[in-house]
């Protein structure tokens, strides 16, 4: 589509001028020698940006202004005024304006402000649109949810993806927060650059700093050629650093220095290379509780932590269930099938009681699961054992507690045994998976492990 332009001022040379410059450009121009002329034209026509002059006879700009963005408030509207006038520009700036230009002016200089400001209008019309789709629709951006929670974080989602600034993404294992990354980018100026995410708890420790930002060869061993990082990699776009908390300290720091510095260098290499990224940053973990234990720098948390979103766990949003089941069902939808899976009753029913450790991600592995036992139906014959129980069992643990007290560190500890043991028995001892199952990381299910004696040094 076409971006109109209407260039508003007295003077014809300026006016000729800003015609042929914006034209060179690829936009559509249409020029007003006044701002009652320019009203008339606003009648018949629908202008992506305005720029106009400040000091004109008859109406004046800042007049001209208020009227447009009574009319038209999706417009954006430039103005152009001289050194002198300054309290006007002010003035224009409190009515809406995007932004103000002193005059004579550098060419390169009001063709960037004009771009700027329309990816902001351009950005703005996106949101407003899927705030309305929001609204008609159970869905944002392959997140699934209706439910006032989830409402909540679909707004927060948009007015964070408008800003430049770094974003905590807090939540238990399972409940999208990649999705929710995703999201913020996909809604933001930069969504036509790239997105990498990068999960900091699977990459050994010895080679994380090579993976963030590259390398040179012959650095070390296995260095046989260059290679670009991550933070290359997602050059003007986001970089989605999952489980933040697993970074070593180390890589801590140096992460901390390219945050305040906004440039790197790579393993072995002496030049320093700049870094336009986004980043975005998201954690299981309780992050403030590890800055007060000192494996976690309290000045990188707050470097990261600037904007935060909580996802929230799905046994507080059961509402959505219904709706997650649907889309499942639809995804694992056997090839050639009439129609996706339907529900039991009963199965529903269990799924609604259950209380979710695993989050979205727990269902979805159940549903798939129960579709490969029976594509037609979801029934409740086919479930796991501890969806049918409704309720979570603590593994035979007693609650109670006798008159005489009890010690509770030491049962605890026993209880987590119990779970670490029973995690590995039905992941068939892989520890990788086991440590999934009860949202951790592999290097923290090991160290659990190691903390009883049961670590063997194997996958």
Request: with cysteine; glycine share 6%; net charge negative.
């Amino acid at each position: 589509m076409d971006i109109r332009i209407l260039v508003v001022d007295d003077e014809l040379s300026m006016r000729e001028f800003l015609s042929i410059l914006l034209e060179r450009e690829g936009y559509d121009v249409l020029v007003a020698g006044s701002a009652e002329e320019a009203l008339n034209l606003m009648e018949s026509t629908l202008f992506d940006l305005v720029l106009s002059d400040v000091n004109m006879p008859g109406l004046t700009g800042i007049e001209l202004l208020a009227r447009i963005k009574e009319k038209s408030p999706e417009t954006a509207v430039l103005m152009l005024t001289a050194f002198s006038a300054a309290d006007q520009a002010v003035e224009a700036m409190k009515l809406g304006a995007y932004d103000y230009v002193f005059k004579p002016f550098k060419n390169e200089e009001i063709k960037q402000l004009i771009k700027n400001a329309l990816e902001k209008q351009g950005l703005r019309r996106e949101n407003m649109l899927l705030r309305k789709d929001v609204s008609e629709r159970d869905s944002f951006c392959g997140i699934i949810g209706k439910s006032l929670k989830m409402r909540e974080l679909f707004s927060m989602i948009q007015k964070v993806a408008a800003s430049q600034s770094s974003v905590l993404i807090l939540g238990e294992s399972g409940t999208g927060k990649e999705l929710a990354a995703r999201s913020i980018h996909t809604c933001s100026l930069r969504k036509s650059k790239p997105f990498v995410a990068v999960n900091c708890g699977a990459i050994p420790e010895n080679l994380i700093e090579s993976e963030l930002f590259g390398h040179k060869k012959g650095s070390f061993t296995s260095a046989v050629s260059d290679r670009s990082g991550l933070f290359e990699q997602a050059e003007e776009g986001t970089l989605f650093l999952d489980e933040i908390g697993e970074l070593p300290l180390l890589m801590q720091t140096k992460l901390l220095r390219v945050l305040q510095e906004r440039e790197f260098k790579r393993v072995g290499d002496a030049q320093t290379r700049k870094t336009n990224v986004r980043i975005i940053s998201a954690s299981n973990r309780d992050l403030e509780g590890q800055v007060k234990d000192g494996s976690f720098r309290e000045d990188l948390f707050y470097r990261l932590d600037v904007v935060q979103l909580v996802m929230p766990p799905l046994r507080e949003r059961i509402e959505d269930i219904p709706l997650l089941i649907e889309y499942f069902c639809r995804k694992y939808q056997t090839e050639g099938q009439g129609s996706p899976a339907s529900v039991a009753p009963g199965a529903l029913k269990a799924l609604m009681n259950h209380p979710f450790p695993g989050n979205v991600r727990e269902l979805e592995n159940c549903i798939e699961r129960c579709l490969v036992i029976d594509p037609t139906v979801i029934a409740e014959s086919n479930l796991p054992q501890q969806f049918l129980a409704g309720k979570m069992t603590c593994l035979n643990a007693d609650c109670d507690i006798p008159e005489s007290g009890l010690m509770l560190e030491p049962l605890l500890e026993d209880l987590e045994k119990k779970y670490l043991l029973k995690a590995l028995e039905l992941t068939g001892g892989a520890k990788k998976k086991a440590g999934e199952l009860l949202g951790m990381s592999f290097r923290s299910f090991r160290y659990r492990l190691a903390k009883f004696g049961l670590d063997s040094g194997e996958e």
